[in-house]
């Protein structure tokens, strides 16, 4: 190796002669220089970091970015916005990639070989291709549930687990997908896009619309509970009203156990183990700060 300065070329042989003989006193750990093991000694000193809470699922982590980069999950916050069509993203690599489009003849490299369809990434292609092998990789462990999607297979769960993890910033309502959040959001806003084909009346939610027209205009079959004769308008009311005949409690507390029959009772039950845990941790800050309580009976 050649070097300009004379110095470099000092600093560069010094690498060949130097010996590990800077031993840590505290763990052992060897160094081969004074100045990494003064840097070392200072993961023993430093005070423990405070974790970065989430005030809606509680979850934690060391990096203040990365705590305002996930709440936008839970507040649906969009502060990037595409420079063309004002289009909204929470991240700002989405939205750049989003800008691609845009272009007269956007760059898309990878091609589907059963259909032509291309597109921009790689992984956006993987899972393309899933759509014509049917292919359902992701498994539920707790049901028999299959989807193609990682994000299918997660939204999934929260039924199982109760976690609700997109709240409305309005009212605090609570939800499993970010979709359900912007359809809840229009009862806030008042915009009504669904209209019924048959009388013209709104709904903010499709669900809701689809419901009116059967209920109404088409009146169909009611759904009759074998066991009590109740009567209901819905396939899915019928299934919950099942359970209290059944004594199926499909949600799952994955911190303690218990299972209830209804996704609201078990959101109510994950608050307590949230409200005890930060019980827990302020107690042992107040010890932290007050030390050791001495014993007024002792004898000196």
Known sequence: MSFTQQETLIRHRNCHSRTNKHPCPDCGK???????????????????????????????????????????????????????????FSESGHCKAHEKTHEEQPEKPHSCADCGMCFFKA??????????????????TLCESCFSRSEGLKRHMRSHTGERPYKCIICGKQFYSRQDLNIHGLTHTGEKPHLCPVCG??????GNMKEHEQNVHIKSEKYICNDCGATFSRNASLTKHRRTHTGERPYLCLICGCRFKWSHSLSRHRRSHAHRQMAGDTSKEILRFEGPSENPDSVT
């Open 30 to 88: 060897v160094f081969n220089r004074p100045s990494r093991l003064e840097r070392h000694k200072r993961t023993h000193t430093k005070q423990p970091r405070v974790p970065h809470q989430c005030s809606y699922c509680m979850k934690t982590f060391r990096k203040l970015n990365k705590l305002i980069r996930h709440k936008r999950m839970h507040t649906g916050e969009k502060p990037f916005t595409c420079s063309v069509c004002g289009k909204g």
């Open 201 to 206: 009346k709104g709904f903010s939610q499709l």
């Open 123 to 140: 992984s956006a292609l993987r899972r393309h291709f899933l759509s014509h092998t049917g292919e359902k990789p992701f498994k539920c």
